[in-house]
């Protein structure tokens, strides 16, 4: 399978993700939780045998924010 991006390579998302495909991180539950938006950065943890990408979103600071599902046309590489 032929993919535009590699594992762990930082990306931005270029649309909203589908929320029912987003699931924050556990270590945020006591803060309130961020919504995932389009322009968030990210970095690429798993490509997924659909092609998808599964996306670790990170805040400014790099902590996790949450975990989303993203096809290819939908990010862009920084």
Do not use: C, W
Not at 2 to 28: A, C, G, I, S
Not at 57 to 73: N, P
């Amino acid at each position: 399978m032929q993919t535009l991006f590699k594992r762990h390579q930082k990306v931005r998302l270029l649309t909203d993700p589908d929320p029912e495909y987003t699931e924050y991180h556990t270590e945020n539950t006591d803060e309130e939780q961020v919504p995932i938006r389009k322009g968030m950065t990210g970095e690429i943890n798993l490509i997924l045998p659909n092609g998808q990408y599964h996306i670790r979103v990170l805040d400014d600071q790099g902590r996790e924010l949450a975990y989303v599902v993203m096809s290819e046309e939908f990010l862009e590489a920084l």
